[in-house]
Structures are given as structure tokens and as C-alpha cells.
């Protein structure tokens, strides 16, 4: 539905609008103030024409976008809201409604609610699509995607009533047929459900049957069900298998996923590789870092003792999906073009992932947010089953559950798992046992008789702000750390672990407070930058530690060489060639969240250049082009900008900055994608800005010819 010339049988509740030509004969909806704006569509609608609702228009800031419809004597029927990106390209903001599959009632109306800031926006359509059935999941001959049901996301394909799946599968001695089936909960008509019917048929003639049902619908939840069938009686053979849904009654229309369905000839000692994941870890919480902090990780420091320490690893970045984004993909942020929580990768990345799978692994990814899971941003590729929050986050214990009891399943075939882990992430709430493992149990850190803190809003998290004594934070957070490495040993005493390649690392680090902002990783520091990597596999070089400065880019290469692919295609360069010394260091380059700027580190030297205006949680707003240079010798903090004092060194890294940031790939993996405004909102509340105008892969980072007051110090 295009905008109506005269807006009107459209409803809108301002006044403060225009209706555009677009061309073609066609008109926009343009709104220039900020508020809350509905539109309302008239009806009637026919619910069994359209499963989506489509909003199409530009948005230069996240608005928040809800569509709701109602029907007389019906309460309405809203889809998760969602919000756009800030983009100066149009968009289309998705809205799914499967759920209209099972109504039969007229829809009387449609409402479109916009809300958020005064920069305007413009409608250009708001299009009913309908997705059928069969179509909701994806086609049995086409490429598996991840399929949640249940809160469990696996890789797999859909049938349908009349849409089946046939396979061939070569049967040697000792395979086992595997697979899991479940019908996602918006695409399931309950007490109708269909019976799931595989026949096995070789061609010498032998034949198998068997029929499987699904379990009834408890609390709006349903789960995946796992088979695993011998196939003793076809072994040496080609077997046919077919998959097919046999409706409750004749004309109901039923779809199924089928996931991870494979052969499986368990091996007697498969191989593994734990990469874990610690969000917001600093370098120097670690016992074994030496650093000098006060913080118990015996865990953590065993398996150091019998691998290797990197005593000087650094993120590319200082925001969690795009570090973990290039960490998968051996990619710098400045070619992913991936720098915000909220932009998705694109199918063409090839990660980690993707080549463990394609090489015969079992691949599971356990994550402990919403935007690293498979509902979020594209980092799902390359696993068979993948787990994270649908909302909030989990805490440690729960995200080891799920994993441990996935690897169970992995039934003798080799092993790449995936661990995320958030709980050193601010809000802190350790575990009772821990809360108090580094503060006074006789002191009250919220004692209102104790002077307020004295730090500006906007500069500590909302959640932390109510406490009157720091020390209390900063013992939460040792604390939290201190609980990581608790649960990390259920891990690593479980059998499959015990003896396997394991890497722990973090995304970024944190600021816990440097010049009046508190427990943020807003800007490029060493704070924000420097994390842990410890690499640990049977026959390691016990106790080695490596002071050579590294970049966390190049773990990926580094795993893969350990898991014996060395020949597989894939960026970066072994580290663990720097045991022996390695290569004089070069520049470490990083890129802030929303290329807000980029920083180069050679030596004793640190540089940020800032590319855009930016401001809170740092205390002072940094300007666009303008450079900070630090002495690391001196300054290991970076309080003192000592760029006018060292002109010459200042234009030197500048130059080589400017250098690299033009060498960046055209193209980027960046793409597109609707955001729910949950998620946004999530998002806002760890404190992650999503505001910020998207990046886009034709831009550059700057100009070299720029002129202006601060670019112009170094011509």
C-alpha cells in the first residue's frame, strides 16, 4: 500500500506533515518532529492474504516501529516491535505475523507506531506480504539455516505436507543415522499436529519404517526431538531415505524442520577445540597475568601453566559483535565494516565456524547475549546447534549447562565449541558466594551516611550509580571474573575437554575509571584493548609465555593450524611462531565502536585519531580529526595528550594511520537488518550506544585532504 496522495483514508496522529511526490506517481510520508506518530490504515484485511507486514521509508535516527491490528471483539494482534537503523538509504522494517495462519476473523484496521528522536522521518509504503506455509522454513534441497525451536537454534531444512525430503546416504559398518526434528512455535497448529513418517529403502531391497510424533505444546514451548538409528542391516549399501509429514486430517496444512541430519561413525578419540569467549575481560584479571591486581582464577592460571601465556594481546576493537566478527573471520573491523551491535554480517563471511563444518566437525556455539546468538547478527553461520538468551542475558552456570549437555550428543565425532560468556559485563550480580570475596561483609557500599559519588550522569552505568563506595564496584567486578573461572573448570575437568585445544580470550577489555567515567569501554584505550589469551593443547610447551605484542585477529589462523587444517585458506598468521621470537612488531591498528576512531600502537607510542564527534561516558568530548597521543612509558594510563609536545612523532603515526584506513576493502561484511526494538532496548540498557548512524562500506573512514582546523596541523 503506497502512501495516498491526500494522505487520507490514512489517519495520522500529527499534524506535522507532508505528503511528497516519489515518482511514478507515487507519494511519501514525511514527518519532521520527534514523539510518538501513529498511522492508522483502514480495512477491512483479509487475514489469510498476508503472514508480513513490511514498512518501508528512510529513518535517520532508531525509531522505534510497532505495527498492531485490530479486529472488532478481539484483543489486537502486535508482532515484536522492532526499530530501524539509522541509515540515509531507505529501509524495510520487517514485521512477522504467522500467526494470522489461524485466524479467520476480518482485520478492521492496521496501526503503524513510530516513536523516537526530532530528526525526522519518511514512509514510502507499508506493504502486506504473504510467506507461505512451506516457505516459512527453508527448502530441503536448498542450503540449511538455523531453525529455533524451543530457544535452541539447529541447522536444517523444512518439510512440508506436500514438500518432502529425499536423501542418499552410502552406509559403511558402524554408521548411525542422526537427525532432529520440531515444528517452531509460530508455524505449529496445536492439537494438529502432523506425524513425522521416515522410510529407509536400499537397493538390494531392504527396508525401514518408522513413524515419529510430536509431543504436545506445554506453556507455549516445544522442543527439538533427537533420533539415532542403527543402520545395521543396510551396511555396504546406498540407502534411500525419505522424510515425509502425514497431516492429522486430509487438507491441514503442516510444516517440520529436519536438522543435523547426517551418517555418524563415532570415533574411539575425537578431536576437540574449546575457543571461549570472556565479554569485557581485562588483561590484568587474570592471577596469572602478573599485572598486579588481587584476583583469585586458579583455573585460569592451571591451564596457563600448561599451555601458553600471551602476556601483550590486543582486540581489534572495543565493542563485543564486531570484535567477535573478526575474531571469526580473521577480518579487521576495517574491512568487516562491522562496528556496532546492530549490524549484521553477511552470508558471504567465512568463518571459523563454516570451515570446522565443512571439514567433518560438530560445530555448537553457546553464547550468553541476545546479539551473538541466533537471533541476532549473523554469527550463527557455521553451527549446527547454537543456544543464547531470547531476552536478558545467561548468566555462566546456565550457558555450561547447555553446553555440556550438547557435547554429550557430539557422539564421537571431532568437536569445535563456541563459549561466550558476559558475566564480567556491567550490571554485576555474582553469585551470593562471591559478592563479598573482595569487600568487607561488614561494610554497606550503599550506606547513605557515605558521601554520594561525585561523577557526572551519563558517566557510569545507570545500574551502578546508586553505589556510594567505587571499591565495591571494582570488587564486583573481580568478583564476577572470579566466578567465570569457577564454572570454566566444569568445563575443562569434563572428559572431552581435559586433553583438548582450548583458547580463552575476551572481546575487549573495560574501563573501570579513568578520568571521571566509570565501567564503560566507550573509547580506544589499553584499558579497552588489551585482553587475556591463554592457548593450551596436549603436548604444549608447559608455562610458556610470550611477551612479543600479538593481535586477537589472528587466533582463528592460529586454531585452525592446531586443529591440523594448515591448509585450509584463511586470514592472519600462526602466533604461536612467535615462541621462537617472532618478527619485529608492526603497528596494531583498532577501530571504536561506530567509527567513532581508530587508534595505532607502535613501541612506546599510542595515537587515536577521532573520526567523528563524540562524547559521553568520556569526560571530555573528543572532536572530529582531532588526534590524542600517548606515552605508554610514562602514561600507561593515557591521561595526558601529549601530541602538541611531540609534533613530530604525532604526524608520523597520524600518517601511518590515515595510510592503513585507506587501504580498507571496498565492500566490507557488513549488511542491512531490521532490529527489534527489544533487543535495542537491551542493547541501551548495557549501555551500548545505538543512535549512531550506520556505516557504509563506500565511505571513507576520512579524507586525506581534509582541511580542517585539526587536519590542517599536519600538512
Known amino acids: 500500500m503506497t502512501v495516498p496522495e491526500g494522505l487520507a483514508p490514512w489517519q495520522l496522529s500529527t499534524a506535522d506533515y507532508q505528503i511528497r511526490p516519489a515518482g511514478d506517481g507515487e507519494f511519501s510520508l514525511f ?26 521509508g528512510i529513518f535517520r535516527a532508531n525509531y522505534r516501529i510497532r505495527v498492531a491490528l485490530d479486529a472488532e471483539g478481539s484483543k489486537p494482534l502486535s508482532p515484536p516491535g522492532m526499530a530501524s537503523l539509522n541509515r540515509r538509504d531507505e529501509q524495510v522494517v520487517h514485521f512477522e505475523l504467522p500467526q494470522l495462519r489461524r485466524r479467520r476473523k476480518p482485520i478492521d484496521r492496521i496501526r503503524v507506531e513510530i516513536e523516537g528522536l526530532a530528526r525526522g522521518f519518511e514512509i514510502h ?154 565479554d569485557t575481560h581485562r588483561a590484568d584479571h587474570i592471577a596469572a597475568s602478573g599485572l598486579g591486581v588481587h584476583v583469585l582464577t586458579p583455573i585460569l592460571d592451571a591451564l596457563a601453566e600448561r599451555g601458553v601465556y600471551f602476556e601483550d594481546c590486543y582486540s581489534s576493537t572495543n565493542v563485543t559483535t564486531p570484535s567477535h566478527v573478526s575474531l571469526m573471520t580473521g577480518v579487521h573491523p576495517r574491512d568487516t565494516r562491522v562496528l556496532s551491535n546492530t549490524t549484521r554480517t553477511s552470508e558471504d563471511a567465512h568463518t571459523l565456524a563454516e570451515i570446522f563444518r565443512e571439514q567433518g566437525w ?81 561494610k554497606d557500599p550503599y550506606d547513605p551516611a557515605l558521601p554520594a559519588l561525585d561523577i557526572t550522569e551519563g558517566r557510569i552505568p545507570v545500574d551502578l550509580a546508586s553505589v556510594r563506595d567505587i571499591e565495591y564496584l571494582l570488587a564486583q567486578y573481580r568478583a564476577e571474573i572470579s566466578y567465570i573461572d569457577e564454572q570454566l573448570g566444569r568445563v575443562l575437568d569434563h572428559p572431552r575437554f581435559r586433553e583438548s585445544v582450548v583458547a580463552v580470550t575476551a572481546d575487549h577489555g573495560e574501563v573501570l575509571q579513568k578520568d571521571g567515567s566509570y565501567f564503560n569501554h566507550a573509547g580506544l584505550f589499553p584499558d579497552t584493548l588489551h ?52 618478527p619485529p612488531p608492526e603497528p596494531r591498528y583498532a577501530l571504536a565502536a561506530n567509527s567513532n576512531s581508530a587508534s595505532i600502537m607502535i613501541g612506546d607510542w ?75 532496548s537491551e542493547l541501551a540498557a548495557l549501555g551500548y550506544a545505538t543512535g549512531e548512524e550506520e556505516v557504509r562500506a563506500e565511505d571513507a573512514w576520512i579524507d586525506p585532504a581534509c582541511g580542517c582546523v585539526f587536519c590542517s596541523v599536519f600538512e
Not at 553464547?367 to 547478527?377: A, I
Not at 585477529?553 to 592460529?558: A, I, K, M, N, W
Not at 559521553?616 to 601529549?642: A, G, I, Q
Open 606 to 680: 599510542f595515537l587515536v585519531l577521532h573520526l567523528r564527534d563524540h562524547g559521553l561516558p568520556l569526560r571530555v568530548p573528543r572532536l572530529r580529526h582531532s588526534v590524542d597521543l600517548y606515552r605508554l612509558s610514562t602514561d600507561p594510563e593515557c591521561l595526558r595528550n601529549v601530541a602538541e609536545e611531540a609534533p613530530e612523532t604525532a604526524r608520523q603515526l597520524r600518517a601511518r594511520l590515515v595510510e592503513w584506513l585507506g587501504q580498507s576493502s571496498p565492500t566490507g561484511l557488513a549488511t542491512a537488518a531490521s532490529v527489534s526494538s527489544r533487543a535495542m
Open 125 to 278: 509504503s507499508v506493504e502486506l506480504l504473504h510467506v507461505p506455509l512451506e516457505l516459512e522454513l527453508p527448502d530441503p534441497v536448498g542450503e540449511p539455516a538455523l531453525i529455533d525451536v524451543g530457544g535452541i537454534s539447529q541447522r536444517g531444512v523444512g518439510i512440508a505436507t506436500e514438500r518432502p525430503l529425499v536423501t542418499e546416504l552410502d552406509v559403511q559398518p558402524g554408521d548411525r543415522l542422526q537427525f532432529a526434528y520440531g515444528i517452531p512455535i509460530l508455524l505449529r497448529f496445536q492439537g494438529l499436529e502432523p506425524v513425522l513418517e521416515l522410510v529407509l529403502e536400499s537397493e538390494s531391497g531392504a527396508r525401514k519404517q518408522g513413524t515419529y510424533e510430536f509431543d504436545e505444546v506445554r506453556k507455549r514451548w516445544t522442543t527439538w526431538h533427537e533420533v539415532s538409528l542403527s543402520l545395521e542391516a543396510f551396511e555396504g549399501e546406498r540407502v534411500r531415505a525419505v522424510f515425509t509429514l502425514r497431516p492429522h486430517r486430509s487438507g491441514t496444512p503442516a510444516v517440520s524442520a529436519i536438522a543435523n541430519l547426517r551418517l555418524t561413525r563415532p570415533s574411539a578419540s575425537p578431536r576437540t577445540l574449546l575457543l571461549v569467549t570472556s
Open 362 to 442: 560438530a560445530t555448537y556455539g553457546v553464547v550468553s547475549v541476545r546479539h551473538l546468538g541466533p537471533n541476532g547478527f549473523g554469527l550463527g553461520q557455521g553451527f549446527d546447534r547454537m543456544a543464547g538468551p531470547t531476552r536478558g542475558t545467561f548468566k555462566a552456570d546456565e550457558a555450561i549447562d547447555i553446553l555440556l549437555d550438547w557435547t554429550e550428543r557430539a557422539d564421537g565425532r571431532p568437536l569445535f565449541a563456541w563459549l561466550h560468556l558476559f558475566d564480567a559485563h556491567a550490571p554485576y550480580s555474582p553469585p551470593e558466594r562471591f559478592e563479598r570475596l573482595y569487600y568487607p561483609a561488614d
Open 31 to 56: 514527518v519532521g518532529s520527534g514523539g510518538f506518530h501513529r498511522i492508522i490504515i483502514p480495512g477491512p484485511f483479509d487475514p489469510a492474504r498476508f503472514t508480513q507486514i513490511a514498512v518501508r
Open 531 to 582: 585482553i587475556p589469551l591463554i592457548l593450551a593443547w596436549p603436548g604444549a610447551p608447559s608455562g610458556a609465555r610470550v611477551s612479543a605484542p600479538v593481535v586477537q585477529t589472528d587466533l582463528g589462523r592460529t586454531l585452525l593450524d592446531l586443529a591440523g587444517m594448515a591448509a585450509v585458506d584463511f586470514p592472519g598468521r600462526n602466533l604461536l611462531a612467535d615462541l621462537e621470537g617472532g
